[in-house]
């Protein structure tokens, strides 16, 4: 009792400990973040973000229409450099949302300054202020619509104004919209492919902070299939698997992986099974986890299988006999002990459900007559393939 | 070039006080209010901690945030610093007042004069992006003057020639009997807030 109580106040002081720690790791994150999101870039492509988002919602045309991108204005006394960012920025977001019906095209003459002599006099204009000037010229890009972007610091608040007028005499302003940074709020930086509101982005961005560990628990229920045999009717059982192991990611990114797992595997009257694998995984979705669409990763493992029973007389180079077959003597059970070499893919969700397929080769058994290959390459015969379906805590 | 938010939990202690550290001319360039302690753990987790669970119901402990502004104070001249600064707020009250004054249906044109051309420009797309927003019916059409007007307006006082300019402007057909014209101004050069006209029908009316 004595001693229970010593683990005890031993313990409690230790994980008020972990406590802090990750709350300071919390607030460390949460700082740099906000450091990075609060710069005017991301700032004013969060801005155009949720133009552009607002626009997915509530289109400003009913049909796909052409639209001249005319100008990006930038905070007065902030250089060119952030007005070619943000024109990409809005290019690639109108690209990838359709559903904002807005279609970019080029017009280099309608940025260009051009000169217009008429009855009047002569106006030195660029070509969306006077579009009468580009069609006369024979320039005009086919659109009938001019995009305005302008940013401006106002203190601490960032204000973008974006209109969007006719390119017709009139320049008549056919859509309009003025949006603020919620002052100290960093920008969310959203993902352009597949816009979401703020709230949808700040749910997403919480969910991901509280579930970052770079440790993960995968839980594994799989099955594993042997080639059948070539000289033999008699050919391996399908292993079924239960397993549970540690992942470990490199960095927060989790775009490297590696895993240890031990399995078991029961079969009435035909086996009992235990095995070790260790995987290495890569991502090849991406550089770092998505939140909202499932990452690939490819993994290569090795592992050791050790079997006992008569459903693993087949691992081995002879042909298993009748008595063998019939053996009931528990204590005279064959037993196998495999060397495994996997490759495979897996597909997972937000780190938590994963679907995986891979392929084994065992190359103990690969003289054996006993269990052929599911896949030849010629370097190299995989004898075995199979799928899990994980569970990460 | 923009630091993150610095905060102050007023009572709890919970969070460093970064003001303490800052100069005075470092605290004139923040921008600061007050969240309630329970709103500001929301916004910011990880860095205001949430509050008790009593306190949730009752008296609560503020938060007050403060945020670098995006331009160090001599980035820009201290005039145009300070007209951009309150932009939003001059341009609705004087867009409000002119929305007040002008006829149903009228098709607005709008344009800023102030000695430097882009910040002109960003008064300009301001009030017409603010009339539009109200559903008003606003081109991006500048009237222009004929070349001669110009010169003989630039050579008299502003008190003259903006009622002078829209007179002309009408008498010419620049701007029809359809059109408002609402221009927004510095009448002194050394002044920081904007004034607004607005020209219905060949008459200038200087907005309130």
Redesign the interface.
């Known amino acids: 009792m004595t001693r229970a109580l010593a683990l005890l106040s031993c313990a409690l002081p230790l994980a008020v400990l972990a406590d802090e720690k990750a709350?300071l790791r919390?607030?460390?994150?949460?700082?740099l973040r906000?450091?990075v999101a609060?710069?005017?870039q991301h700032?004013a492509a969060e801005l155009l973000d949720e133009l552009v988002y607002g626009w997915t919602q509530k289109p400003p045309f009913d049909v796909d229409t052409a639209v001249v991108l005319a100008g990006v204005?930038v905070?007065?006394?902030?250089g060119t450099g952030l007005e070619a960012y943000l024109e990409n920025h809005v290019a690639g977001l109108l690209t990838k949302n359709r559903a904002t019906h807005v279609q970019l095209v080029h017009c280099p003459a309608c940025s260009a300054w051009v000169v217009h002599s008429g009855a009047?006099?002569t106006?030195v204009s660029r070509g969306f202020?006077d579009p009468e000037s580009l069609t006369q010229a024979g320039v005009a890009s086919g659109s009938k619509h001019a995009l305005?972007l302008?940013f401006?610091?106002?203190?601490?608040?960032?204000?973008l104004?974006?209109?969007v007028?006719t390119l017709d005499?009139?320049?008549?302003?056919v859509?309009?919209?003025?949006l603020?940074t919620a002052?100290?709020?960093?920008a969310m930086l959203r993902d352009g492919e597949r816009l979401t509101s703020v709230a949808e982005a700040r749910k997403q961005y919480?969910e991901a902070?509280g579930g970052r560990g770079l440790f993960l628990v995968p839980v594994r229920f799989g099955v594993r299939s042997f080639g059948p045999g070539t000289q033999t009717s008699f050919n391996a059982t399908p292993f079924l698997w239960v397993s549970v192991g540690l992942e470990a990611a490199f960095s927060q990114a989790r775009a490297w992986t590696a895993s240890i797992n031990a399995g078991f595997s029961w079969l009435l009257q035909s086996h009992v099974a235990v095995m070790a694998q260790g995987r290495l995984a890569r991502l090849l979705s991406g550089s770092t986890t998505s939140l909202t669409w499932p990452d690939l990763y490819g993994f290569v493992g090795a592992g050791v299988m050790f079997a006992q029973g008569r459903g693993v007389l087949v691992f081995r180079n002879t042909n298993p006999t009748i008595d063998e077959i019939f053996n009931l003597n528990t204590n005279n059970e064959p037993r196998t002990t495999l060397g495994i070499l996997t490759i495979g893919l897996e597909l997972r969700v937000k780190n938590r459900i994963s679907l995986i397929g891979f392929l084994e080769t065992l190359p103990a058994l690969e003289t054996t007559d006993n269990i052929g290959n599911v896949l030849d390459l010629g370097f190299i015969r995989f004898q075995s393939f199979g799928v899990e379906v994980s569970f990460c805590f | 070039?923009?630091?993150?938010?610095l905060f102050m939990a007023t009572l709890c202690g919970c969070v460093i006080d970064p003001l303490v550290f800052k100069s005075k001319a470092e605290r004139r360039n923040?921008?600061c209010?007050r969240l309630p302690e329970a709103e500001a753990a929301a916004?910011?987790?990880?860095?205001v901690?949430p509050p008790p669970a009593k306190e949730i119901a009752g008296p609560t402990t503020d938060v007050l945030?403060?945020?670098?502004?995006?331009?160090e104070p001599d980035?820009?001249k201290a005039r145009?610093e300070a007209i951009?600064?309150?932009?939003?707020q001059q341009v609705n009250e004087l867009t409000e007042s002119a929305g007040a004054l002008a006829p149903p249906g009228a098709?607005w044109h709008v344009d800023a004069f102030y000695p430097?051309a882009?910040?002109a420009?960003?008064i300009a797309?301001?009030a017409?992006?603010?009339l539009?927003?109200r559903g008003l019916?606003?081109?991006?059409?500048?009237p222009?003057l004929?070349?001669g007007d110009v010169s003989v307006l630039a050579a008299m006082l502003p008190t003259e020639a903006y009622p002078t300019g829209c007179a002309r402007a009408f008498a010419t057909d620049v701007l029809s009997g359809d059109d408002v014209f609402l221009a927004l101004m510095i009448v002194d050069p050394k002044e920081t807030l904007l004034h607004g006209g607005l020209c219905v029908r060949g008459g200038w009316r200087w907005l309130p």
Do not use: H, N, W
Request: hydrophobic letters at 40%; a neutral charge; glycine letters at 4%.
């Open positions: 709350d919390d607030r460390q994150l949460e700082l906000a450091e609060g710069e005017v700032q204005s905070p007065v006394s902030l009047k006099g106006v202020d305005f302008d401006e610091a106002e203190g601490s608040s960032l204000v104004r974006a209109r007028t005499k009139t320049l008549a302003i859509a309009a919209r003025t603020t002052t100290s709020a960093p919480l902070l | 070039m923009r630091a993150a938010p923040l921008d209010y916004r910011f987790p990880g860095q901690p945030v403060c945020s670098k502004r995006y331009l980035e820009r145009d951009l600064s309150s932009l939003s098709r430097s882009p910040v420009q960003k797309v301001a017409r992006t603010t539009a927003e019916v606003v081109s991006d059409r500048v222009l004929a070349a």
